[in-house]
T-cell receptor, first 110, second 114 residues
Framework: KQEVTQIPAALSVPEGENLVLNCSFT??????LQWFRQDPGKGLTSLLL?????REQTSGRLNASLDKSSGRSTLYIAASQPGDSATYLC?????????FGRGTSLIVHP | SQTIHQWPATLVQPVGSPLSLECTVE??????LYWYRQAAGRGLQLLFY??????ISSEVPQNLSASRPQDRQFILSSKKLLLSDSGFYLC?????????????FGQGTRLTVV
């Protein structure tokens, strides 16, 4: 059974820092890896999707990488801003079913 | 473009009462549909998923059930709610016929059982 772990569970940083959020998964037989953002009391917003054949994806200040063989993905946030404060979740895409980690709660303070 | 609608946004129900949460997807056909629950301080737990009308797979035994009466409609139900059913319920969809498509989520329903 797929298990997904996210480290750290919480992070508080000053504005402007570059950040790395980590996601690891136990079963490397995934179809994709997806990163989401969740604001308090809201649904999940898709940030980046990396297919299993890809190594990384970029969107603006976000860059996500995938190393299937080692069961790891990282989300890199450049020049963090207070508006980036949210919970970030990763999901390992199995056969039709995404399995989620518990998320990293990020606070970026001015 | 595709959109997903989930309602109600919040719900307070007494123990033992029935439950019906609805989710609909627009702008696509034959989507894969999912119900997740997110309890406080915990990750997303997959409850049910469906790859077609009338096809429901249950991941966690509980007093909840799901139905898919139409292609783009997914309903989560309970005959008698328990206190432990409180949580944040999220509906999601992915394009069908492929295992590697992107997942999209609704805005969630906050259920409090009192």
């Amino acid at each position: 059974k797929q298990e997904v772990t996210q480290i750290p569970a919480a992070l508080s940083v000053p504005e402007g820092e570059n950040l790395v959020l980590n996601c690891s998964f136990t079963d490397s037989a995934i179809y994709n890896l997806q990163w989401f953002r969740q604001d308090p009391g809201k649904g999940l917003t898709s940030l980046l999707l990396i297919q299993s054949s890809q190594r990384e994806q970029t969107s603006g200040r976000l860059n996500a990488s995938l190393d299937k063989s080692s069961g790891r993905s990282t989300l890199y946030i450049a020049a963090s801003q207070p508006g980036d404060s949210a919970t970030y979740l990763c999901a390992a895409g199995g056969s039709y079913i995404p399995t989620f980690g518990r998320g990293t709660s990020l606070i970026v303070h001015p | 473009s595709q959109t997903i609608h989930q309602w109600p946004a919040t719900l307070v129900q007494p123990v033992g009462s029935p439950l019906s949460l609805e989710c609909t997807v627009e702008g696509t056909s034959n989507p894969n549909l999912y119900w997740y629950r997110q309890a406080a301080g915990r990750g997303l737990q997959l409850l049910f998923y469906s790859v077609g009308i009338g096809q429901i797979s249950s991941e966690v035994p509980q007093n909840l059930s799901a139905s898919r009466p139409q292609d783009r409609q997914f309903i989560l139900s309970s005959k008698k709610l328990l206190l432990s059913d409180s949580g944040f319920y999220l509906c999601a969809w992915k394009m069908g016929q492929s295992r590697s498509t992107e997942a999209f989520f609704g805005q969630g329903t906050r259920l409090t059982v009192v």
